[in-house]
């Protein structure tokens, strides 16, 4: 018990002193986690409102693909893009194989279907409200789209928290494509997941708390502005 | 001036789930100002509305306004009020806007122009789910409005709204109609119909029971079925 209240007092330290290591650390993760987000929602927001608007031979085993990548297990994704990274992959030319856009490449493959998969759902009832209302209005399909994506702002930047949340917490994918090596691919779970193994705990601890506080700065955003919207009916 | 009629509609037929909703309806609509459509629950009346703004396609039969069909190009003429108005997540002037916007035929003076009409310039940053269910049917009425339609359909407009609303949406209607805009609406308000209406349709179980001036629908109605409506009875 002592030895874990020390571990305690050691990873304040190290967070209170803006510890180099510790920051570094932190950027790395989020900049990969944040820049994994930009494209998933890039991809996947238009991919859910073409979903959600458009009726074509297929949809539905599109829906139920959809839905089954949102489980993805990161492990396999790692393994597919390490396959495909790797020296004597297809794209090992690209030598992107333990740098930090093979992580990005890997995050967003996991959650772009979470964004596709939930922006879709909100972005269809939306447009079961809307779409007798655009058709007398005679609105075209991307001014439709862009109207759903623009109405449904607030309840699609909580799907966009919730792939930033699978995104930041993740470690199987990002581990086995970026390797974990220290000051160029090592992100907040991989080394815990390291210092742990080594009996490091203050600096794996100092990592969790940051995780937590990420986590629930996230939801607590979600929150808010989920609040804020109801309050003005805008979601 | 409306150039899109003579609305003419022929054996106009819809069946949806095996079931003729509309069977066989054939009216000539040739004059301006406000025909009101009418007829018990369950008559139709809101689908011929939809089917004649194209929202709906018919099973079979036709309708052609001033001889042309019914197509996209002619719903830009047109423009609709549900009963249930659906507004965008936005605030009172941006549903204006995203109409003139759609339409092209953007101007804030148009949309101050239109909110002023209905009441509601003083409303402009509020958001538009808030207003009370009076204040969003006007609101609905202005954005049918700002597309300039030649032709205005209405679905129960002012059901269940107070009466200052009722009275609002009528004297803007009538304005309209003065104006030489088609007005096709549905009520179940045997005053307002008295009110507004010029001619009256009267459906019944998908098919059209009658059709007259107002003055006679409502003095001498010539259908069993609409004497037995005006006078409060429930036909089977």
């Known amino acids: 018990m002592h030895g874990f209240e020390s571990a305690f007092g050691l990873a304040f330290g190290l967070l209170f002193s803006a510890d180099a290591d510790l920051m570094e650390i932190i950027a790395l993760s989020l900049r990969v986690s944040l820049t ?200 | 001036m409306s150039t899109v009629l003579p609305l003419r509609v022929e054996d106009l037929t819809l069946i949806l789930g095996g079931e003729k909703l509309i069977d066989g309806l054939s009216l000539t609509m040739a004059e301006p100002g406000i025909s009101v459509i009418m007829g018990f629950n369950g008559a139709g009346k809101s689908l011929f509305l939809r089917l004649l703004h194209g929202l709906v396609p018919q099973t079979s039969g036709s309708i052609h306004w001033a001889g042309e069909g019914n197509s996209e190009n002619m719903r830009l003429r047109q423009a609709m009020v549900f009963q249930s108005p659906i507004l965008l997540r936005r605030s009172v002037a941006a549903n204006i806007d995203f109409a003139l916007k759609v339409r092209g035929l953007g101007s804030v003076r148009r949309r101050d122009e239109l909110l002023e009409l209905v009441g509601l310039s003083h409303m402009l940053e509020r958001p538009a789910r808030l207003l009370s269910g009076g204040e969003q049917q006007r609101l609905a009425l202005a954005r049918a409005l700002s597309c300039r339609p030649e032709v205005l359909f209405l679905d129960e407009p002012t059901a269940n709204l107070d009466p200052a609303s009722v009275a609002l949406i009528e004297d803007t209607l009538k304005g309209a109609a003065a104006d030489g805009m088609k007005i096709i609406f549905v009520t179940h308000d045997v005053g307002q119909a008295r009110r507004m209406g010029a001619e009256i349709v009267f459906l019944h179980q998908g098919k059209l029971e009658e059709q007259s001036p107002a003055s006679t629908f409502f003095t001498r109605p010539v259908s069993r079925v609409s004497q037995a409506y005006l006078a409060g009875r429930i036909v089977v």
């Open chain 1, 36 to 235: 994994a987000l930009l494209v998933s929602c890039l991809i996947g927001l238009p991919l859910g409102a073409l979903v959600a608007t458009c009726r074509f031979w297929g949809r539905s085993a599109l829906l139920v693909l959809m839905n089954a990548l949102m489980g993805l297990p990161p492990v396999v994704v790692g393994l597919i893009v390490y396959l495909y990274l790797s020296r004597a992959g297809p794209l090992g030319w690209m030598q992107l194989l333990y740098t930090p856009t093979a992580m990005i490449i890997a995050q967003t493959i996991l959650i772009t279907p979470i964004i596709a998969a939930l922006s879709r759902q909100i972005l269809e009832d939306l447009h079961e409200e809307y779409s007798e209302q655009f058709r007398s209005l005679n609105v075209p399909w991307p001014a439709e789209i862009a109207a759903l994506l623009w109405d449904g702002r607030f309840s699609l930047i909580t799907v966009a928290l919730a792939g930033f949340g699978r995104s930041i917490a993740e470690v199987g994918a990002v581990i086995i494509v970026g390797g974990n090596i220290d000051h160029l691919t090592r992100v907040m779970t991989t080394a815990i997941a390291l210092e742990t193994s080594k009996g490091d705990l203050p600096l794996a601890l100092a990592l969790g708390l940051v995780l937590l506080v990420i986590a629930l700065t996230v939801n607590a955003l979600a929150f808010v502005m989920r609040q804020a919207a109801s309050k003005f009916a805008y979601a």
